[in-house]
Each structure stands twice: as C-alpha cells, then as structure tokens.
C-alpha cells in the first residue's frame, strides 16, 4: 500500500516536472525550427543584404530580399503607438490609481480590461471602416491607409497593459512614503511627483516596455489599416508594412524550400530576437521594482 | 444623544473635580477642541460622538485596544484622514478656536499639526535634505537660513551630537532609533504648534525609546503633543494626561497620575493591568 502511494507520488511529482520545464522546451524547439528553415535565407543572399537590402521583391527572378522597409515600417509604427500609449497610459493610471473616487475607480478599471479583451481583427475592423476615412478625409491624404492609422489601431491594444501594469506599480509604492511627505505639508500633487512617481518609475517603465511587446509583435490589426506597401517610409502618413504582416500575409503563398518561404522564416527569427530584447528589458525593470 | 450628552457633562465634571487634585489649571482656551467628532469608515463606526480638549504644552497620552479609534482620532486632527476612500465624519475640531476642515487648508494645517509615525520613514537622500525637504516644499530656499534651521532641528530632537560630522551622508545608514529622531527633527522644521505622535517607539528598543522620550519632553514647554501608544507604562511615563479609548468611545480623561493609581472607570483599570487588549 504504502509502496503504491510512493509511486503515484512519483509520477505526480514527474508529471509536474514536465509541465514545468514545457515552456523552455517549447521556447527551444520555436527557437531551432525558426532557425533550421530560416538560416537557408543565406544561401540566396548576404546577411547585410537581408537586413539592409533596401528592396523586399520576393518572387521576382532573382528575388530582392532586403527586409529593411519592413523593418523601419515596424519600428515607425510602434514609435508612432507608444508615442500616443505611453503618455496617455501613464496618466490613466495615475488617475485611476490615484484620484479617481473609488466607484469611478472600479468602473474605469473594468472597462481597460473589456478593451483588452476586444480581439484585434475587431479594433482593424473599426479602423478600416470608420478611422481610415476619417484620416484620408480629415488629413486631405491620398490613402487613409498609413503607418498612422496603424499607430491609432496599436496604441489602443497597448493602452490596457501600459494602465494595468503602470497602476499595480503605483499602488505598491508604500502607503507610508505617500503619508509621510502628506505630513510634512506636500500638496496631493507635490507627492504625486516627487514621492509616488520616483518609487513607481521601474514599474512604469517595465509597463512601457510590454506595451512596446504588445505593439511591435501585433499583426491583424496593422495588416488591415498600414496599406502594406513594403517601399520605406519617408513619413507616418505613408502606406507601410510590418514584419508581421509581411509573414502574414505572404507566408500561404511561398513555395516550400524557396527562398522566399526562408526568408519569411528568417523575418520570424529577427521579430523573435527583437521580442524577447524588449521583454528582457521590462523584466528587469520589474525585478528592480519588486525588490524596492 | 441623551447618552452622549450625559457621558460629556461626567467628562467635564470629572475633569473640573480633578484639577486640585491634579494641580492643573483649567485653560479657558484649550490649543484643541473636539466636539462630537464622529467616524464612520463605510458603515463601521470607530469613533464615537468624542469630545474633549487638549491644552498647550501637554502631552496627551491616547491607550486602548486595538480598535479603540484612537488612531483614526489622530489622524483626523491633521486630516491626513482625508484620503481615505469611503471615510463619514460628523462634529467639529477647532485649533486655537478655527474649524480645521471648514476654516483652513490642509496643506497649512500639517505644518502646524506634525505627525511622527511608528515607523520611521527617512527619504533615501542625505540627513540634511530630508530636514530641509519640507520647508523646500513650502518654497524655503534660503541656503544659511537652512542650515541654521537643520542644525535647531536636530537639537531639538537630541540628534545633533550623533550625526552633526556627516550631515551629507545617507539618512538609511542611521540605526532605527535614529531614524526616528530625524523624522521628529524633519517635523520640528517646520516649525509645528502641535506634534502628534502615533506609536513612535513601537519599533525601536529600551535605549532607543527613551531618548525619544527625554526629547517628547523637552518638545512639551514649547508644543503641544498627542501621543497614541500601545505601550500603557509609556503613557504613565511621559502622558501630562491620558485618554483612555475603547470600541470607539471615550472611557475617560484625566491627570495621568488619577488613571493610573485610581481611575474612575473599572474598564480602565481592566485595561491597564492587563486584563484584556
């Protein structure tokens, strides 16, 4: 009997082990598919012409694989939403967190989690009916279809993690550091900027920082509304292309084994090394925080 | 109400009958004046319909259990209660005869009303900036006139001597106990009427505890103190009079000498020989 006990016990404590360890061998296998199907793409072409080559004509003969406009229509269109999340998201939570009755506190704070529960091929729905011509109306453009939409559509979906993580910062600066500046006179705001914001900071910025995450790896949305013209921008109010949208959309039609069907294996390998960068970052802002 | 009314006029008459004895003199104008000062938090009571006065250079020692009310008495006479979500009060306080939640600002009422917390909190910067911060705050920039105002404070909060060889260095290097002096002297430099104090020894030790006392004393010819306190033999050392608070309700008031050697209440010789809290 007690030999029976010991052995389910055994299993139990395997069977965790392996849920455990799951996520690196998931994260390892991604890592050297992406890298087996993508490191080919060096066989068609240099790695300095791949990641600056100025051109992205895939299936002409021969192919021109040069992933900088995708790059810089990634990197302009994020710019573009964290510019619009990052303020607006630091003030909400600031509002949420520290002014706003309780009652207005709840309901506001439910309604960040509904708009992040809004599926992005929605929010792209919206933006290309309604904020697409209103921009090309509004702005007297010759498409509403621009990396500015695309950074409209962005910072929506980076707007709840920005307030939700920003807030949680916030709230866990001690209540003491609030009520001892209180004390010696400091007006609500003085403490708000000089107590609340100084012990907050590495949590705003690891906010920051998974927003950015959240932008730079979103594709339904910004494949609806960016235009998708892989030429490099010379503004936000021109057609761009993502790397995401670029792997979205073309990855049903690329032969397997081309060269076309490599380097949209490789685009994978640079969102992924991009990706994980930025989210190494906002954890060790968030480390910093915690350990506060 | 009847109640209420009944149990103020015993206060008083306590009070008026105890002054020989206590060889007190009844102030005509108390520095602060509570009037029927009701807390509710949400739908909890915890204050209870308290009147009382507290004169010029006394200590007031607040005692009870836990949940007696007495913190939250604190904290309403610098109105740091005004963060509080959900948060009723009904009654009056008046400092030097003016309504503090009708006739002053906030901000202006905590310089004049300090308050020292149980645990120290110095700002991570140098011991002579965390004095000057608060008259930074206020606008203060006057470097000499600064100076002279750390050095004041940190005598007043008999600190002076340990640390006046590195006032640049960081306040977190300083023990607990110091600390808690530097928050007193952060306090003083602004220059307060009354200081309140809300179990400042509860996390310090014997040695620690009584410097801090030896300063609350000196701080008492020249301030006005109120000082809650877990610790009843703290009260009997340091308390001019004591309050003794429970469920909410004022027990009673009276010279520290009377509550400690023959109160009026039975609960608040329960509590002071360790029967309950």
Known sequence: MAKLRKFKEAIIEKLIFLSGIASIVFVALIFIFLLREGISVLRSTSLGAFLGGKFWYPISDPPKLGILPLILGSLLVTLGAIAMAVPLGIAAAFYIAEVAPSRLRNILKSFVEILSAIPSVVLGFLGITILVPFLKRFLDLPTGLTAFAGSIMLAFMAMPTIISISEDAINAVPREYKEGAIALGATHWQTLHRVIIHGALPGIIAAAMLGIGRVFGETMAVMMVTGNAAVIPNSLFEPVRTLTATIAAEMGEAAKGSPHYNALFAIGIVLFVISFLINLTADLFLNRSRRR | ?277
């Open chain 2, 1 to 277: 109400m009847g109640h209420a009314e009944k149990k103020r006029c015993d206060m008083t008459d306590r009070r008026e009958a105890n002054n020989s004895s206590a060889g007190q003199v009844d102030h005509p104008d108390p520095k602060i004046k509570v009037r029927e000062l009701t807390i509710h938090y949400g739908k909890v009571r915890v204050l209870n319909n308290l009147s009382l006065d507290i004169q010029k250079n006394e200590i007031l020692s607040v005692i009870g259990p836990a949940n007696s009310g007495k913190t939250s008495f604190l904290r309403s006479l610098n109105r740091l209660n005004d963060f509080e979500p959900n948060i009723r009060m009904s009654g009056s306080i008046l400092l030097d005869g003016r309504n503090i939640y009708k006739d002053l600002d906030a901000e202006g009422l905590r310089k004049r009303v300090g308050m020292i917390f149980a645990l120290p909190i110095p700002l991570p910067r140098s011991i002579h900036d965390n004095i000057t911060y608060g008259p930074r705050l206020a606008g203060d920039h006057d470097k000499s006139a600064l100076d002279q105002l750390v050095e004041d404070s940190l005598k007043a909060a008999y600190l002076w001597d340990e640390v006046k060889d590195r006032l640049r260095s960081s306040a977190l290097k300083l023990s607990g106990g110091q600390q808690q002096r530097l928050c007193i002297a952060r306090t003083l430099a602004l220059k307060p009427e009354v200081i309140l104090f809300d179990e400042p020894c509860s996390g310090l030790d014997p040695i620690s505890t009584a410097k801090v006392e030896e300063s609350m004393m000196e701080l008492k010819k020249n301030h006005t103190i109120v000082l809650v306190t877990n610790n009843t033999k703290q009260a009997a050392r340091v308390g001019t009079r004591t309050a003794f608070f429970l469920m909410g309700d004022l027990v009673e008031i009276d010279s520290t000498e009377k509550i400690f050697t023959a109160p009026a209440d039975s609960r608040t010789n329960d509590y002071i020989i360790g029967r309950f809290g």
